[in-house]
Structures are given as structure tokens and as C-alpha cells.
């Protein structure tokens, strides 16, 4: 299998030591062409990508001459804002050739743990893509406290191929994956190609192997990374990033490391949805609804009978037919006030009713029917 060949939607992490490589702190611009070539590659074929970048604290320090001293936090947050717009600009000059067009993405923690922001993020990021651009995702260092932060780029991305669904993870680091030791200070330590399951045993092997230089991960938060993806559907895959078109030296058959995922992005979603959620409100649905819910379409306002609750947008509903029997549970795309006048009404007439149009109370993607809902 060609993972990434065959992956629709792919999250690319970049540490720090490869886009600050340059000499005193700049940006390794031939690197970047490197992987810039890869990115294109990649949109060539129909496939779609995000970046996670790494290196604004790193290209700040030059520019603010902290040099290589330790740094507290509001000098961290400052180097932050100092180096974003270089590291930005280092983007776009490597995606510009090709055509692409980088977008800068900003995040803290909150955007992917509150439902409301994650939410929104998901759809600036879709939209992106659905738009051809190339997102260029960093943490927002320069407001994230140290209580209020991810720490480092390797959980960062993988929260975002969870968000946006991605199917494959790979991250860049300066090893070609895992080993059974850290292969720097141990000769017989060996290679591991493919992880199915990250045990106690698979934790002990990255122990305390972290790189040195500009980075602030390691092994350890690699596979921390594999985790979370692997419980979202998504494959991650660690690889060597200094070579200098990385991407395609995986597809030529170079040596890394696979955590293969536990399910699908699909059903990881439907699961949060249906079993992590707290529902604010219901929706209660006609005959008609119900017939389409169950294949598969999304639930329009046209068929929607009442909706109770004080529930918002975004926020979790349980779905249910005229007899009062649960069919599923699903995200609405309008509050609660706005659901409630748009009753019944066909599509094209909500904008007239709201100013404005969201699209179906419930979108398909998120919705996730119970298997009575399915099946009766």
C-alpha cells in the first residue's frame, strides 16, 4: 500500500530544526523548495493537504537578538510574534511556484477542545481546502499561557487531522521512525516499521529520546500524537525530514515508521457525536425526514416538526421521529431561536426568513443515527 498515494487528506508536520535551518535563525529556503515540490505533487493528483509549521519562536529569536539564551515566556510569546510573519512569508515562497497559496492558521488549545470553536475551525479549514489553498497551521504562541497551550506541534497536528477528518498524519522528525532504543546512543537498537496497537511497551521504546536543537518534541509526543490520530481514523506515519524532498523519498521506499489507526475519520466522528456530546435540545421530525435520514441524507428544516431546547449552533440534538423514538443524535447548524422559525420551511426560503442561510438543520457529516433510527 502507498499511504501516501492513497491518502485523500493528508497533515504535514514540520519542526522547527527544518524550516529554521537556515544560517543564524533564517528560514532553510531550500528545504522549503523541497518540500514545496512534495506539497505540489501531492495537489497534482487530487490529494489535499495541511501544514502544521513549526519555527516562528525560532526565526523571532534572531530577529529580536535573543541568540540562543534560555527564554521565559513573555520573551517566548514575543519571539512568537516577531518570527510568524517571516516564517509565513518563508511559506508562501516555497508554495508559490507551484501555484499554491499558503493561509495562516492560528490556534490555542481552547479551538480544539471547546465544540463551538472546534467547530469553526473545521470550517475555515475545509473551506481552505475546498478552495485549493494550503493552510500553514501553527499554535498561537504569542497568547498561549503555558497552563493554556499544547506544547508542541506534534499533539497540535494531530488534533487537526482530527478535526478536519485527515486520513493520514505524517510527521517529520530527525529520525526515520521508531526503534526499540534511541539508535544515537544505543547500536543494537532496531527499527520498527508498523505499530497496530501503542502499548506500554511501544511508550517505553521512545522513553526520553528527545532531539536536541530548535524542537520542543520528541518520540515520546510523536507517538503521543499516533494516539490521538489513531483513535480519530487516522494512520500517522514518522519519518526522516532532512532529506530534501522528504514526502517523495517515503514514496521511493525509504525506511519509517506506521501506527496504523483503530477505525475510520467517518466513524470516530459519529462516535463523538453519539456518545460524547451532551445533548442541549431535540428535534422532532415527520415520516418523510425520517425516510431520508435512513439513507443517508441530511436532515432539512422542511421536515422538521419542533425543535425544544435552549440549545445553540453547534451544539448536540437528539433527533426524533413523531412517535417520540430516538432516531440519532446530530450537530445543528442553527440555535435554537432560529430553528424554531424555519419550521417546515423548504431551503430556498430560509434565507428570506433569517437573513441568512446555513444550509440543513442537521448536515449528514454530522450526524450519527442510532441503529433503531437505522434500521426500523
Known sequence: MNLLGDARLIVLKVG???VAGGAEGTPNRGWLTGIGADLARLRSRGQKAIVVSSGAVALGRGRLGFGAKALILAEKQAAAAAGQSVLMRAWE????PWGLVAAQILLTLDDTEARRRFLNARATL????DLGAIAVVNENDTVATQELRYGDNDRLAARVAQMVGADLLVLLSDVDGLYT????HDAAARHVPVVHDITSEIEAMAGSANGGGLGSGGMATKIAAARIAAGAGCATLIALGRDESPLKAVENGVRSTLFAPTTTPAAAYKSWIAGSLAPQGSLVVDDGAVAALRTGKSLLAAGVRSADGAFGKGDAVVLRDLGGRELGRGLSRYDAADARRIL???SDAIADALGYAAGPMVHADDLALTRRGRED
Open 93 to 96: 515562497e516555497a508554495l508559490a
Open 16 to 18: 522547527s530544526a527544518l
Open 126 to 129: 475545509t473551506t481552505l481546502l
Open 344 to 346: 417546515g420551511l423548504r
Open 181 to 184: 532504543a534511541d539508535p544515537r
